[in-house]
């Protein structure tokens, strides 16, 4: 014969974990049919409340897609508005390279020849420097424009125009990002 595992319990029974089944022995006086309906009312209990944390797991999870979602958008926009506030104070400052960005629209424009760059009366100084010789600037015509601003530039060709201008570059980046945050949704 097995060996019988025998308890005395000095209350009522909350939950049971049976590791090995060998028998069970109970206490005496105790109806293996009272025994099995506590053990039923306790597995139902048990079944419930594994019910009940499964749907408030999933509510959190629900709430924490959530707030991911919106903080992405928010932080998207947060860095976006923290560059264009870097942005006004370096142009403010006068730390940007204006060749730099007439070059850059210079290679976005369909064409090299019959080329206007229209740019802020304060940069067309500096770009005039530029333009003598055989600068990068040789063969293209600077005017003045009061309407666009410092570090932006419009270049005007008979293909088409190149707007080198902040805010565009800002919404640019603007789209992009909420492009990708919609894409992590």
Known sequence: MSDMLTLKLAMPINSIKVTESQGTAVEPGTSPADLQGELEIQKQRY???MQVLE???EKL??????MIVEHRQAIAKLAVDIARKILAQKVKDGDYQIESIIQEALNNS???QNV???LNPQDLARCQQMQQGDGAFASVKLVADPDIG????VIDTPKGKVEALIEEHLEQV???LTKAVQAKQ
């Open 55 to 57: 749907a408030a797991a």
């Open 110 to 112: 369909p064409t090299r």
């Open 47 to 49: 079944e419930q409340a």
């Open 174 to 176: 603007t789209r992009a």
């Open 61 to 66: 999870h629900r709430i924490y897609e959530k």
């Open 116 to 118: 206007v760059v229209r």
């Open 150 to 153: 410092p570090a932006q530039c």
